[in-house]
């Protein structure tokens, strides 16, 4: 088990912001493929952005998210962040860090739930 904890959900107004925080111990934080992942009540596991180690400086996002949400890094605190933006009702869900692609291990997850 890869002990990653995430923080910063919480309750939002549409329209609204959060930046979720994950940071990661007991590996080498730095040289890994870092995503966040969401999952919904009553659905699958959604992948919503990776970022690659600095040195390759690439992120990518789901369709869903684009233009709204930032992923980043800051290595020296084996940090991921996510910017979230724009918020909407859909955007609701539990948020996962995990290390590697969409299928790597996880934390425990942050609820965010988007309401008015």
Do not use: H
Not at 24 to 40: D, E, I, N, P, T
Not at 66 to 75: A, L, P, Q, V
Not at 77 to 84: D, N, P
């Amino acid at each position: 088990e890869v002990p990653l904890v995430e923080s910063g959900g919480g309750l939002v107004q549409p329209g609204g912001s959060l930046r979720l925080s994950c940071v990661g111990s007991g590996f080498a934080f730095s040289s890994y493929v870092m995503s966040w992942v969401r999952q919904a009540p009553g659905k699958g596991l959604e992948w919503v952005a990776s970022i690659y180690p600095t040195n390759v400086g690439y992120q990518n996002y789901a369709d869903s998210v684009k233009g709204r949400f930032t992923i980043s890094r800051e290595d020296a605190k084996k940090t991921l962040y996510l910017q979230m933006t724009s918020l909407k009702a859909e955007d609701s869900a539990v948020y996962y860090c995990s290390r590697g692609g969409p299928n790597g291990s996880r934390g425990q997850g942050t609820q965010v739930t988007v309401s008015s």
